[in-house]
């Protein structure tokens, strides 16, 4: 047996070359890769291709995680067919999964209603905006601007309960990452770098430029659906004041 | 028909088999450390798998019953006494109402889980009753037992229950090994990236625990795993048991409270039916690792599972 071949190994498909790779990640679950670089193309395949597997119900499969450029499924090996004596779970299931997979259309996950998600930029609740604006070499009405003015993918969710990844933003609004994080990131901060955004939905340690907060709840567990946004949504981010903060702070308090 | 908190303990949080289908959302798999000895605690007790387990950290807590029960300790031994005296493990013992349940001090291991029988009456937060403490949810009010807590029980026990011997001795060896053993792991999906002395640092020498480990992860301690070349990796789903490699090239072991997905590249990853062993494992101690192939991995958690399923249908009734 030969200890260095097998976690790495592809399986093979019947077509030459298909667009994604089905890799092991451990004896619990496998990896479908779809493009090695983070663009938004193979995100929108990955969370394509996710949506049809979660839907396919496979035997075995726990979890369904779309991420950047991949799709993470956990399964239970023992609740896999096998097709032969000789399979093992991981290749059982890598076949149904290619069976899936040959059926996922590029597009389909291109039609989504748009979530609007208000945000008070600057001030106490965006001190890294002045920052992120001189980086960038814009003003900051500029960053508010780039940041607010269209709707855009949610492109996974991880890190924490309910925390998107958002993007991808202007080319304009790609700072790096804080040089030093912060160890409490206050729930609802909205951070940017590298044309990307997250939303804090609570109290975190951070190291993304901090540029504004929402009012929103983006997680509550006692909440029939525990999380604001899931992977494919749509967002848009709609600039409101210091004063409306307050006011869908409160009203989202008295609602409870 | 509840448990009083009399003492709390150092860490008791109520632990399930995790929680599933949320991954997607960010939201943490969590579940009992050593599922072994949650799944035979639940077992030894007539309990379906998926109950909820007391697990127990380094020191237990006292745990007042106001009622009758049935109960298995299984795990790490920190010394259970019942009203006083020693109480067996791995074995069905019964509690009479108004007698302390209480540990003293560590004699192997770091994790004990406690079942009763009938299980105890919990809410489930997205389809279970693991807590997660830094989710602040699950469990005893999303938080660790505190003092003056009152734990309810689903049932009461109605007369003695005959204990079951060690069903444990029905798994296979060679799924038990023993504490000192290299702990299997297959190879990760960025194996290739590291350096050849990496890898051969990875399976030729020990890791020492370190100080911060948790529920969370294990830092591991050791040589330095290098990268053959700096790479740029997009986030992505990680497992329990997956080592992730940050750029200090010190190995981070993902345990039960994981972030769902990350951007470290990964080394290698635990095979499942080993990961009891480390989380039996206290911080200070050391590790040593050995490679199998995926087969290999997911022959012997097959195994493990035909014997579960044999000890779980010989006893469970709910």
Redesign the interface.
């Known amino acids: ?8 190994m592809p399986v093979e498909y019947a077509t030459a070359n298909p667009p994604w790779q089905i ?7 496998l ?1 479908i890769e779809f493009a090695a ?2 663009d938004l193309g193979a995100n929108r395949k990955a969370r394509a291709a ?1 949506a049809k597997i ?1 839907a396919a119900a496979l035997p075995g499969v ?13 399964y239970r ?2 609740a896999v067919p096998l097709a032969a004596t000789k399979q ?3 290749e059982a299931l890598a076949s149904l999964m290619e069976g899936v997979l040959h059926q996922v259309e590029p597009s389909s996950c291109a039609a989504s209603s748009v979530i609007e998600i208000p945000v008070c930029y600057g001030g106490e609740y965006g001190p890294d905006l002045e920052d992120v604006a001189a980086a960038c070499g814009l003003t900051p009405a500029q960053v508010i601007e780039l940041h607010s003015e269209a709707a855009i993918d949610v492109m ?10 958002v993007g991808r933003f202007d080319e304009r609004l790609a700072p790096p990452r804080r040089a030093t994080p912060r160890t409490a990131v206050a729930a609802g901060s909205i951070g940017l770098a590298n044309r990307q955004t997250v939303i804090y ?2 109290v975190l340690p951070g190291g993304w430029n901090l540029i504004g907060r929402t009012p929103l709840a983006l997680f509550d ?2 909440r029939e659906s ?2 604001l946004l ?2 494919g949504d749509r967002v848009r981010f709609v600039p409101i004041t210091v004063a409306q903060f307050a006011s869908i702070q409160a009203g989202a308090a008295g609602a409870q | 028909m509840n448990i009083e908190v009399i003492k709390p303990g150092a860490l008791s949080t109520f632990q399930d088999l995790g929680r ?10 969590n579940g009992a450390m050593d599922e072994r000895a949650h799944r035979l605690a639940n077992a030894l007790v007539g309990n379906a798998a998926a109950r909820a387990t007391l697990e127990v950290t380094l020191m237990g807590p006292s745990l007042l019953f106001h009622c009758a029960a049935v109960i298995a300790v299984t795990g790490a031994d920190l010394d259970p006494t019942v009203a006083g005296a020693p109480i067996a493990m791995n074995r069905a013992v019964t509690v009479a109402a108004g007698a302390v349940l209480s540990f003293g001090k560590r004699r192997s291991g770091l994790r004990a889980y406690l079942a009763v029988r009938g299980g105890f009456a919990l809410t489930e ?2 389809g279970s009753c693991s807590t997660f403490v830094r ?4 469990g005893a009010h ?1 938080k660790p037992l505190r003092k003056g807590d009152l734990i309810g029980l689903r049932e009461a026990a109605t007369s003695a229950h005959r204990g079951r011997d060690l069903p444990e001795l029905a798994m296979p060896p060679e799924i038990l090994a023993t504490m000192g053993d290299p702990v299997r792991i ?4 960025e ?2 990236y590291f350096t050849p002395e990496a890898k051969r640092t990875l399976v030729g020498e020990t890791f020492r625990v370190g100080a911060q480990s948790d529920r969370m992860g294990y830092r591991l301690e050791g040589t330095p795993l290098k990268l053959a070349a700096p790479r ?1 990796m ?9 080592i992730q490699v940050p750029a200090d090239g010190q190995p981070i072991l993902l345990m039960a409270d994981r ?3 990350g951007g470290y590249p ?1 080394i290698a ?4 039916v080993d990961l009891p062993r480390l989380a039996q494992t206290i911080p200070g101690e050391f590790v040593s690792f050995a ?9 012997l ?2 195994l493990q ?2 014997a579960f399923a044999a000890m779980e249908n010989a006893t469970c009734r709910n």
């Open positions: 047996m030969n200890p260095h071949k097998d976690a790495s890799v092991p990640s451990g004896d619990r679950c990896i670089t983070a996710a979660s726990t979890d369904v995680v779309p991420a950047l450029t991949t799709v993470g499924v956990h090996p023992c093992i779970p991981f996974m969710l991880g890190f924490a309960p309910g925390h998107p990844y939905p609570m567990p006692d525990p999380c899931a992977a | 599933s289908g949320y991954q997607h959302l960010g939201v943490p798999a937060v997205m989710g602040g949810y699950g999303g297959v190879q990760g999906r194996w290739d740029e997009p986030s992505e789903a990680v497992g329990f048991g997956t972030q769902t997905t990964k990853h635990v095979c499942s490679l199998v192939d995926l087969a290999q991995a997911q022959r958690l097959l599972e035909r």
